[in-house]
Structures are given as structure tokens and as C-alpha cells.
């Protein structure tokens, strides 16, 4: 089991690029154990894949949001972060970091808002 943090502003404007980062605490981001995820959950909907790095630092992302998604990583603090960019109103969420392992999203940060608003 890891321990995932999500950081980041809480507000961006439209047309800006969202950038959130996850500190993973308990566990080596480089390990072959997980791979590392970002999910966000609009108010009043449901959950939804944004994409994903592996321990390889290869990268999936969801076919809705791949033109406008990068998730990177920085091994020398065990993060990963997301960048999404020409946001708009839509995007406005709530955003979970987690670990993915066995088809299984394991262990979630505790999520932070991002509302898009000029």
C-alpha cells in the first residue's frame, strides 16, 4: 500500500493549462509494482480515466482528453504530475491521484477541487 497526495491551484482560468503533481510516499514510482494514474470526477457525474504512466514511463491516455493530456513524471521526489491544457469550464473537478495495479485502481490520494473560472 502507497500513500498518494495531490497538489495544486485550485483555480485556473480559462484557455490556462491545469497542473496538478501526486507525491507518492511508501513506495518507488520507478518500482514494478504500479502504475501511476490521474481520475477526475466532475460535480454531479461520475468517475473518469484521464490516463496513466508505467514504471517504464510509457503513457496512456483517455482518447476524449489525449490532445490536450501529459502526465510526466519526476523520479528524484517520487511524483508524477499532470498537465492538461486549453481548459474551459468542463474541466472543472475534483482530481485523484492514484496507483494502478492488477486492472485495479489500489490506493487514491484524497483528491483536490479545480474549478475553471475567469
Known amino acids: 500500500q502507497v500513500q498518494l497526495q495531490e497538489s495544486g491551484p485550485g483555480l485556473v482560468k480559462p484557455s490556462q493549462t491545469l497542473s496538478l503533481t501526486c507525491t507518492v510516499s511508501?513506495?518507488?514510482?520507478?518500482?514494478?509494482?504500479?502504475?501511476w494514474s490521474w481520475i477526475r470526477q466532475p460535480p454531479g457525474k461520475g468517475l473518469e480515466w484521464i490516463g496513466l504512466t508505467t514504471y517504464f514511463d510509457d503513457t496512456f491516455y483517455s482518447p476524449s482528453l489525449k490532445s490536450r493530456t501529459s502526465i510526466s513524471r519526476d523520479t528524484s521526489k517520487n511524483q508524477f504530475t499532470l498537465q492538461l491544457s486549453s481548459v474551459t469550464p468542463e474541466d472543472t473537478a475534483k482530481y485523484y491521484c492514484?496507483?494502478?495495479?492488477?486492472?485495479?485502481?489500489?490506493?487514491w490520494g484524497q483528491g483536490t477541487q479545480v474549478t475553471v473560472s475567469s
Open positions: 492514484t496507483s494502478y495495479s492488477n486492472s485495479y485502481f489500489t490506493d
Open positions: 511508501g513506495g518507488s514510482i520507478t518500482g514494478n509494482s504500479y502504475y
